[in-house]
C-alpha cells in the first residue's frame, strides 16, 4: 500500500495516481462501451450520464436495491486490485457502476446512498476534478480532488459521509468504474 496516499484534502480522501497503465485503460473503455449503458434515471429523470451496474443495482425509482448479475471476469479483476490497493477485504466491494460521461454529462451534488458504505472509484479517459462541499453555517466550505486518467480514489470516514461530492459537466468523454460496499442497512435490504 505504498503507492497509496493522502491526498490531505479531507480526512478519508486518498488517492493511488496510476492504478492501472494506458493498455488496461484502452481494454476497460472498450468494455464498458460493449456494455448495454443506459441512462442514469433518478425519479423518472433521465440523466446525461450513461451508466450499468453489476452485482448491486439500486433502483432510484423504486428506491431499492437488489442484487443483479455477478461482476464479469475482467471487472472482478479490477475490483480484486482495487480491495488490495485501499486494504479492503477481498470481496467487500460488491458493487460495480459503470459511467460513461459524454461531453456535457456530470453528476450533480450528493453523498452517496446509505445503502453503501467504502467508494472506489476508477478514471478513465478525459481528465477531470471531484468537488467537494460542505454546509459551514451561512455559505459552503468547498475542496477540489484531481481525477487524473487511470488513477484511483478512495472515499471513505468524513470525505464520504460529511461531504457531498459532484463532477462539473464534461468537454470531453469520462469513463469511470465505482466500486462500493454494502452499510449494514444494504446487507439488510438486499436480504443478507
Ligand atoms: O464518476 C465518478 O468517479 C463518481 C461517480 C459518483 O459520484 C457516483 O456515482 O456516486
Ligand atoms: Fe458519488
Known sequence: MDDLFDLSLIPGLRSVPAFVDVDEERALVERIDSLALAPFRFQGWLGKRLTHSF???????????????PLPPWLAAVRDRAEQAVGLPPGTLEQALLIRYDPGAGIGWHRDRPHFDHVVGV?????????????????????????????LYHLAGEARYEWEHSIAAMAATRWSITLRSLSGRGRAAVGD
Open 123 to 151: 478514471s478513465l479517459g478525459a481528465p477531470a476534478a471531484m468537488r467537494f462541499r460542505r454546509r459551514l453555517g451561512e455559505r459552503f466550505e468547498r475542496r477540489t480532488a484531481p481525477l487524473p486518467p487511470r488513477g
Open 55 to 69: 452485482g448491486i443495482h439500486y433502483d432510484f425509482d423504486r428506491a431499492a436495491l437488489a442484487r443483479t448479475d
